[in-house]
T-cell receptor
Framework: DAGITQSPRHKVTETGTPVTLRCHQT?????MYWYRQDPGHGLRLIHY???????DKGEVSDGYSVSRSKTEDFLLTLESATSSQTSVYFC?????????????FGPGTRLTVT | AQKVTQAQTEISVVEKEDVTLDCVYE???????LFWYKQPPSGELVFLIR??????QNEISGRYSWNFQKSTSSFNFTITASQVVDSAVYFC???????????FGAGTILRVKS
């Protein structure tokens, strides 16, 4: 158990509304990630963070923004949700230190945009 | 750009059969990392193994074994004497040197029937 929680776990929202997903970790890991999972695509990286207020874009960052104001929380925001953003969103962490290259995932958030 | 191909969309086997899940990757990096993750029907992502590009030694863990061949850019996963509990989606993934930008294959659905 990597001590990762995601909230909410399920959400239904309407097109055009803003949505924020939260990832919370309890073990002070430096690196945090947001992915989306869609059939036929596996998981794709949206954004990641390498420290407080330090973030970078991933493969599918358009339409998403992130913030990390404290080590334990990494927020993913959809400024104006679209139906193409219906997906399962996973947060992940990676431990700092030599040899720590694997990522551990949270339970996921299922988002439906109607 | 990095790419991971899992050509087998779905595999069905009968319990106790051996099964091999294929993974082929593309990268221009000389140092990289390969991973396998399991996603059971409950939806969480479970880390199984990490392999460094400079270590081609095969690995065995119980009924699981992994065959890494740089010459063919493949990192295949074999389950010996499959069990119903092995039914899941299996993802192969690749990351660059710093372990941040994880690229996943589309996944292989494994169904083990009793």
């Amino acid at each position: 158990d990597a001590g990762i929680t995601q909230s909410p776990r399920h959400k239904v929202t309407e097109t055009g509304t803003p949505v924020t997903l939260r990832c919370h970790q309890t073990e002070n890991h430096r690196y945090m990630y947001w992915y989306r999972q869609d059939p036929g695509h596996g998981l794709r990286l949206i954004h990641y963070s390498y420290g407080v207020k330090d973030t970078d874009k991933g493969e599918v960052s358009d339409g998403y923004s992130v913030s990390r104001s404290k080590t334990e929380d990494f927020l993913l925001t959809l400024e104006s949700a679209t139906s193409s953003q219906t997906s399962v969103y996973f947060c992940a962490i990676r431990a700092t230190g030599t040899g720590n290259y694997e990522q551990y995932f949270g339970p996921g958030t299922r988002l439906t945009v109607t | 750009a990095q790419k991971v191909t899992q050509a087998q969309t779905e595999i069905s086997v009968v319990e106790k059969e051996d099964v091999t899940l294929d993974c082929v990757y593309e990268t221009r990096d000389t140092t990289y990392y390969l991973f396998w993750y399991k996603q059971p029907p409950s939806g969480e992502l479970v880390f199984l193994i990490r392999r460094n590009s400079f270590d081609e030694q095969n690995e065995i863990s119980g009924r699981y074994s992994w065959n890494f061949q740089k010459s063919t850019s493949s990192f295949n996963f074999t389950i010996t004497a499959s069990q119903v509990v092995d039914s899941a989606v299996y993802f192969c993934a690749l990351s660059e040197l710093f372990g941040n930008k994880l690229v996943f294959g589309a996944g292989t659905i494994l169904r083990v029937k009793s």
